[in-house]
């Protein structure tokens, strides 16, 4: 079994009376792996994660865990561990119980039992709270107790679904590092679903994308910044402009017309002629100095310190407001002016639309 990923699925689909929840879902996980699941709620993520711990059982396809078929296996007998949004400690135990209930469930004695539970509460940062009671800790605190009590007994996989999301926004920045940390320290894979794409990409080693109980895309959180492999990928990871536009190829050059052709651009890969979709990003953006590619009117301008955010109603109707970001202190252009930009070399993504079934449709290289 050597060199087989910790985590594999391979094809899983799980149907509902009337909803097919996941549809045909494969991805590999190695060991020591942070790697998330992100997707809009409701396309299937939870399914997944309870499919890969046994209490969900899978439609048709195949989990496997180190390398076995885990089919027909109960989620006590799999070497994993579940952290929920909804932390559930018993409040008549102290912390230290709390953490080292499994323990004393599976039989390990009280000297074994208190060394593991003093080591992992240490990990998270709770080295003095052993003699608390829940009830006196704050939310992250909890929070990283009952990351402790999943990792007390040293599962190979750990499972957090939304473990964060409970929480206000500075107290989940922080657990956020901390989670990175704890991961760091222990040698298991983590398995993290969310429907926060910031977080996923602040955390993750790798990512899947997911939508509609499909995966759209896999890969780093870099990668599929800079190579989204479909519209909805460019536009949930980050944040961008979608333009629709069309392909045209003259003299072996090929020019993108987005709207009625007054904003257009050279593209220098391979692609049919026909309609397309364009993803470009808000700091793709420059102020040109003369006629830029895109000219407008500023009608929204944030300066946020180090950069300003503009939308752009653009001359033409036939192209949708654009957000542009520029870095940097200065801010050439105010509310209410003109102001002409250009775009970045080889910064818009171009998606063909309508391609014949042997293409694929992403024209920018992805994994
Ligand atoms: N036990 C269930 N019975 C019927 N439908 C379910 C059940 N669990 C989830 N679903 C449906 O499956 C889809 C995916 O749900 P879920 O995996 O919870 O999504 P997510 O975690 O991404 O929000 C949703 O349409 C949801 O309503
Ligand atoms: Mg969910």
């Known amino acids: 079994m050597q060199g087989e990923a910790l985590i594999d699925l391979s094809n899983v689909r799980k149907e509902f009376e009337s909803v097919t929840a996941v549809d045909g879902v494969s991805f590999t996980i190695e060991r020591g792996e942070f790697f998330s699941l992100v ?9 997944t994660l309870r499919m890969i711990s046994g209490f969900e059982a899978s439609t048709d396809g195949t989990v496997f865990l180190d390398g076995v078929d885990m089919t027909g296996v109960p989620p006590d007998a799999r070497d994993t561990n579940l952290v929920f949004q909804h932390l559930s400690l018993f409040p008549h135990m102290t912390v230290g119980e709390n953490v080292g209930y499994g323990l004393k469930k599976e039989g390990v004695d009280a000297n074994e039992r208190d060394e593991r539970v003093t ?3 240490e990990l998270v940062d709770l080295g003095g709270y052993k003699e608390r009671n829940p ?3 704050s939310g992250g605190q909890q929070q990283r107790v009952a990351l402790a009590r999943a ?5 190979s996989v750990l499972l957090l679904d939304e473990p964060l999301s409970s929480l206000d926004r500075k107290l989940r920045k922080q ?12 040698q298991g894979a983590f398995f993290y679903v969310t429907h926060d794409q910031e977080v996923a990409m602040t955390l993750s080693d790798r990512m899947a994308v997911m939508n509609e109980g499909r995966i759209e895309q896999i890969g780093t959180p870099e990668d599929i910044y800079r190579n989204p492999a479909s519209p909805f990928v460019a536009n949930f990871i980050g944040d961008t402009n979608l333009f629709e536009g069309r392909a045209r190829t003259e003299n072996g050059a090929t020019t993108i017309d987005l709207g009625d052709g007054s904003f257009s651009f050279r593209y220098d890969e391979e692609i049919s002629d026909g309609s397309v979709i364009v993803s470009i990003r808000p700091e793709d953006f420059s102020i040109a100095n003369t006629d830029g590619m895109l000219e ?12 300003t955010n503009y939308t752009v109603e653009a001359d033409s109707d036939s192209l949708p407001d654009v957000r542009v970001v520029i870095q940097g202190r200065d801010t ?4 209410g002016e003109r102001a002409a930009f250009d775009v970045q070399p080889r910064a818009p993504v171009v998606f063909e639309q309508d391609v014949p079934e042997s293409r694929s449709s992403p024209s920018t290289p992805t994994n």
Request: proline share 6%; net charge positive; aromatic share 6%.
């Open 175 to 186: 657990m956020q590092v901390e989670l990175r940390k704890i991961h760091e320290k222990t």
């Open 332 to 335: 050439p252009v105010s509310r």
């Open 39 to 47: 997707g809009p709620s409701g396309c299937g993520k939870t399914t």
């Open 135 to 137: 009830a006196e800790l």
């Open 296 to 307: 407008g009117t500023i009608v929204e301008r944030y300066f946020q310190g180090d950069q």
């Open 119 to 121: 080591r992992y509460l």
């Open 151 to 155: 990792l007390v007994n040293e599962p």
